[in-house]
C-alpha cells in the first residue's frame, strides 16, 4: 500500500478534547525495544499519566504493564486505540475494533505519524470514532496539552 495523504482527521480542537477525554490508550504494535518510537511514545504516554495497554504478539509484560495479544483479549474499557503497525495492516486493526467498540467503550482510533488509510478512516468516522491520522500521540500533547 503506497502513503495516503489523510483527507479524514481530527482538528486541533478535536485532539485536544480527546486528549482530555481519555485515561486508556491501547497502544497496537508496542515494541518492547526502548529504542523503538512506539515504545518511547508508550513511555511518554504513561508518564503524562494514561493507562497504556500494549498489543503485541509477545513478551509478558513492557513498561510494566500486562502484554495482550489483540484488543479482543483486554477485559476493560480502553478510550483510544494508538496503531503503530504496517499501513497494511490498518484495516485489520479497525475491523477489530468495530467489533468491540460498544463493549469496550472504544472513542478514538488514532494512525500514528507517517499512517494513514483514509478508507479504514471514513468507515470508523461513519460508525462515530473519533479518528486522527498521521500525527503522533507524543506530539501533539506535547503541542496541545503540555
Known amino acids: 500500500m ?3 495523504f489523510p483527507t479524514i ?3 486541533k ?7 482530555h477525554e481519555t485515561k486508556t490508550i491501547a497502544i497496537v504494535g508496542l515494541s518492547p525495544d526502548s529504542e523503538k518510537a512506539s515504545y518511547r511514545v508508550a513511555s511518554y504516554l504513561q508518564k503524562a499519566g494514561f493507562k497504556i495497554v500494549p498489543i503485541y504478539p ?5 513498561l510494566g504493564e500486562k502484554v495482550y495479544r489483540s484488543l479482543s483479549e483486554i477485559p476493560f474499557d480502553i478510550d483510544l486505540v494508538d496503531i503503530f503497525r504496517k499501513p497494511d495492516a490498518i484495516a485489520k ?3 477489530e475494533v468495530l467489533k468491540i467498540k ?3 467503550n472504544i472513542k478514538t482510533v488514532w494512525f500514528q505519524l507517517g499512517l494513514a488509510n483514509n478508507e479504514a478512516a471514513d468507515i470508523a468516522k461513519n460508525v462515530g470514532l473519533n479518528v486522527v491520522q498521521n500525527k503522533c500521540t507524543k506530539i501533539e500533547h506535547q503541542a496541545l496539552i503540555i
Open 2 to 4: 503506497e502513503c495516503e
Open 9 to 11: 482527521n481530527s482538528n
Open 13 to 19: 480542537e478535536e485532539i485536544k478534547k480527546i486528549f
Open 58 to 62: 509477545k513478551e509478558d509484560t513492557i
Open 93 to 95: 486493526v479497525v475491523e
Open 102 to 104: 460498544d463493549e469496550k
